[in-house]
T-cell receptor, first 116, second 117 residues
Framework: SAVISQKPSRDICQRGTSLTIQCQVDSQVTMMFWYRQQPGQSLTLIATANQGSEATYESGFVIDKFPISRPNLTFSTLTVSNMSPEDSSIYLC?????????????FGPGTRLLVL | AQKVTQAQTEISVVEKEDVTLDCVYETRDTTYYLFWYKQPPSGELVFLIRRNSFDEQNEISGRYSWNFQKSTSSFNFTITASQVVDSAVYFCALSFLTQGGSEKLVFGKGTKLTVNP
């Protein structure tokens, strides 16, 4: 499985500001995914990011609020814009495995965000 | 529609007890994958197992075992002789291809397991 790191691991932010979360993978992957996990809840897919194309957003998520970059095959960023307390969540990136693990998604350690 | 139901919100057991976590899924696809992930208090999501829709063999890995039954659309997870370190939230998930050809993972709401010493 791929080794995935995220920065920052956690942050406390003020309402109205923006935070960019980085996701780095130790191998080249075609697709990267961004999820949100609100407190005590399950994971919800925000968007799928393919290198070289615009991210595909799920219903209820928009690019203005969650802009995503995917400059190469090992890196992606998710920005949470104009934050409100409702954005307090764990944000996780994931990638598909390779070879026999291709259908499996592996997750980064997550970024815990608290918005005051 | 694709859906995963984990009816057990929280389970509490005493160490060394066996515990089964239930997962029921809904899909109209004939090809799909089922997963279990573990989320300890630290927050990371740890992959435990993947099972494809054509493989109904049960699987055992140490103290963990999984029972996949297509007839009941269930993919249950049993921990034998539970340990305190097993305390975590466990998520069952279903993977399928969308009409657009992209893969999507749908999660259940999770079951919080507490193993008391």
């Amino acid at each position: 499985s791929a080794v995935i790191s995220q920065k920052p691991s956690r942050d406390i932010c003020q309402r109205g500001t923006s935070l960019t979360i980085q996701c780095q993978v130790d191998s080249q992957v075609t697709m990267m995914f961004w999820y949100r996990q609100q407190p005590g809840q399950s994971l919800t897919l925000i968007a799928t990011a393919n290198q070289g194309s615009e991210a595909t957003y799920e219903s209820g998520f928009v690019i203005d609020k969650f802009p995503i970059s995917r400059p190469n095959l090992t890196f992606s960023t998710l920005t949470v814009s104009n934050m409100s307390p409702e954005d307090s969540s764990i944000y996780l990136c994931s990638v598909e495995g390779v070879g026999r693990s291709q259908e499996t998604q592996y997750f980064g350690p997550g970024t815990r965000l608290l918005v005051l | 529609a694709q859906k995963v139901t984990q009816a057990q919100t929280e389970i509490s057991v005493v160490e060394k007890e066996d515990v089964t976590l239930d997962c029921v899924y809904e899909t109209r696809d004939t090809t799909y994958y089922l997963f279990w992930y573990k989320q300890p208090p630290s927050g990371e999501l740890v992959f435990l197992i993947r099972r494809n829709s054509f493989d109904e063999q049960n699987e055992i890995s140490g103290r963990y075992s999984w029972n996949f039954q297509k007839s009941t659309s269930s993919f249950n997870f049993t921990i034998t002789a539970s340990q305190v370190v097993d305390s975590a939230v466990y998520f069952c998930a279903l993977s399928f291809l969308t009409q657009g050809g992209s893969e999507k993972l749908v999660f259940g709401k999770g079951t919080k397991l507490t193993v008391n010493p």
